[in-house]
């Protein structure tokens, strides 16, 4: 697995993922549809047309979801227990049906766990652009991690 350990992370560290994310019209729609999110705004062109922003606003959390998401491949691809919570999540900028995102990680924090020795807590501050290079999307994010020195002797997660 490519993801890191809870002590190969260092605070500070900065991670530019890739590849980016091009945002197509199914994914969108399946996203919202899926999540059972009614909002015209993301679901009916002609009501999107005649708002603020003249077309379909992509669904903040399918944005949320792939800026996370691209950044597990460096980061946490097979070494996470879990997440613990996401926090100060910001849209700041909206996303359009293809524009494409790209993603980095900011390591913020990182602390053993007192209740489970075999695991750590890193904190995660990710940021999403668009081909812009316009900030679309930012989270802070704590992610339960595996130790490698909990793991058997030449064992994997």
Known sequence: MSGMYFEEFEVGARYKHQPGRTVTETDNL????????P????LDIEFAKGS?????LVNSLFTLATV???SVGDTTLGTTVGN???DETRFPNPVFIGDT???STVIVDKRESKSRPDWGIVTFRHEGHNQRDELVCTCVRNGMMIRKSSLPEGGAA
């Open 30 to 37: 399946l996203f919202t549809t899926m999540s059972m999110n």
């Open 84 to 86: 613990l919570g996401f």
């Open 101 to 103: 995102i790209y993603s």
């Open 52 to 56: 603020q922003f003249g077309q379909i």
């Open 39 to 42: 909002q015209p705004l993301h």
């Open 68 to 70: 996370v998401g691209l």
